[in-house]
């Protein structure tokens, strides 16, 4: 059964750096999968932050991209988000997702259990 | 970006109904749609892919449709377990877009 779970500080401070960390059991980070941080903030729907594959290759979305790092560790089998200049904005609960592609498909199948992330000083 | 509109925002329905929920994207992306169910202080959990293929263990008064830009969710007879938000989800190509979500609510 693949579980994903995920650590990282509750508290940052403005213009600060956040940064999560997802180990991953019960499947191989070289498996054909995408490895996901999505965000939620409070009331509102998720919003997809960016992706890395086990070759170290990444997608990000265009909003976030000058401030986000994406990064994986096949040793540890985990990957890792670091996001810098944090603003109250950024209050959110912070998902590591596993996405899976299948025939004409694409999806977020496995989730970790969030990580609620508040920007504050 | 492909741009993902649900509707509606809110529901309010009675167990044994049959309800439908909408998604429609602003591009023609196939079948390339998920559904997603949330309940209070709990993460998403996967119901529908491709649009109509229904995820490992989810009930099958669960249902999927629609191909192009319109797509749609229905439950054909609600359950107590149920009542919750979902949210669509456009999946063609990065940035992977969401629905605002739809809040299904007791009558």
């Known amino acids: 059964q693949v579980q994903l779970r995920q650590s990282g500080p509750g508290l940052v401070k403005p213009s600060g750096t956040l940064s999560l960390k997802c180990v991953v059991s019960g499947v191989s980070l070289s498996s054909s999968n995408w490895w996901s941080w999505i965000r939620q903030s409070p009331g509102q729907g998720p919003e997809w932050i960016g992706e890395v594959y086990h070759s170290g290759a990444t997608n990000y979305n265009p909003s976030l991209r000058s401030r986000l790092t994406i990064s994986i560790d096949n040793s540890k089998n985990q990957f890792s988000l670091q996001m810098t200049s944090m603003t109250a904005a950024d209050t959110a609960v912070y998902y590591c997702?596993?996405?899976?592609?299948?025939?004409?498909?694409?999806?977020?199948?496995?989730w970790g259990q969030g990580s609620l992330v508040i920007v504050s000083s | 970006d492909i741009q993902v509109t649900q509707s509606p925002n809110s529901l309010s329905a009675s167990v044994a109904d049959r309800v439908t929920i909408t998604c429609r994207t602003s591009e023609i992306i196939s079948n390339y749609v998920n559904w997603y169910q949330q309940k209070p202080g709990e993460g998403l959990r996967l119901l529908i892919y491709g649009a109509s293929t229904l995820a490992s263990g989810v009930p099958s008064r669960f249902s999927g449709s629609g191909s192009g830009t319109d797509f749609t969710l229905s439950i054909s007879s609600l359950q107590p377990d149920d009542f919750a938000t979902y949210y669509c989800?456009?999946?063609?190509?990065?940035?992977?877009?969401f629905g605002q979500g739809t809040k299904l609510e007791v009558k």
């Open positions: 997702v596993q996405r899976t592609s299948g025939h004409w498909s694409k999806f977020f199948q496995q």
């Open positions: 989800q456009a999946s063609y190509t990065a940035p992977y877009i």
